[in-house]
């Protein structure tokens, strides 16, 4: 989802609850394609080899390679502003939680 097309959305007339429903569906349907991925009865993809090669990524970046929301990307983007911070390309130290609407911070059901 654009991070900043999310963080434009007003918490007004429900847009609040429009982006965490995008949000949960594009985590469910990352769900759906790891599910097909893992399914070697019928390929799904045109990668040789797709049972060795999921198997390397997650054994080299962790079972949850695609991770979606704030929590698990977090040492990642505070890495990330914190260089475009030093290189200055942006005129302060920006916080994760500032790039994405704060319906998407956290999980939960729709």
Request: proline share 4%; glycine share 4%.
């Amino acid at each position: 989802m654009n991070s900043r097309a999310a963080r434009n959305c007003s918490s007004t007339n429900g847009r609040v609850t429009l982006v965490a429903a995008v949000f949960k569906a594009f985590q469910e349907s990352k769900a759906k394609c790891l599910e097909a991925l893992e399914d070697t009865a019928a390929t799904k993809v045109t990668l040789p080899f797709v049972e060795e090669q999921l198997r390397a990524a997650r054994e080299f970046m962790g079972r949850d390679f695609w991770s979606y929301g704030l929590a698990p990307n977090r040492k990642v983007l505070e890495s990330f502003l914190r260089h475009h911070h030093a290189q200055g390309l942006s005129s302060r130290l920006v916080a994760p939680e500032e790039l994405f609407h704060p319906s998407t911070h956290e999980s939960f059901a729709i």
